[in-house]
């Protein structure tokens, strides 16, 4: 069982921007595609960007955040990291993540950890 620490979330204005991190435990972390998700307060979890594993070469993402959030991954450090540029309202949520098989399979693997608070708001 893999464990998964968030962290980076807060508070920020439209526009602004945030770098989230997820630490992983294991050794076998660049075996896993990595994905961030979300939940917001009412909603189901969303997925919203996926990498793919070993040296992440192919990403996707959902089409509301495409073109602003970019995940990446260290393997060496065993994290995923999901850069947020020109942030809006509607992003604000609890940012988890967590492995799957594919980034086209992207179930998830593991427990989920405690995530991050995200807000958008001025």
């Known amino acids: 069982q893999v464990q998964f620490v968030e962290s980076g979330g807060g508070l920020v204005q439209p526009g602004g921007s945030l770098r989230l991190s997820c630490a992983a435990s294991g050794r076998i972390f660049s075996l896993y595609a990595m994905g961030w998700y979300r939940q917001a307060t009412g909603k189901q979890r969303e997925l919203v960007a996926a990498?793919?594993?070993?040296?992440?070469?192919?990403?996707n993402y959902a089409d509301s955040v495409k073109g602003r959030f970019t995940i990446s991954r260290d393997n060496a450090k065993k994290t995923a990291y999901l850069q947020m540029n020109g942030l809006k309202p509607d992003d604000t949520a609890v940012y988890y993540c967590?492995?799957?098989?594919?980034?086209?399979?992207?179930?998830?693997?593991?427990?989920w950890g405690q995530g991050t608070q995200v807000t958008v708001s001025s």
């Open positions: 967590n492995a799957g098989v594919t980034i086209s399979s992207m179930s998830p693997l593991h427990s």
């Open positions: 990498i793919s594993n070993g040296s992440g070469g192919s990403t």
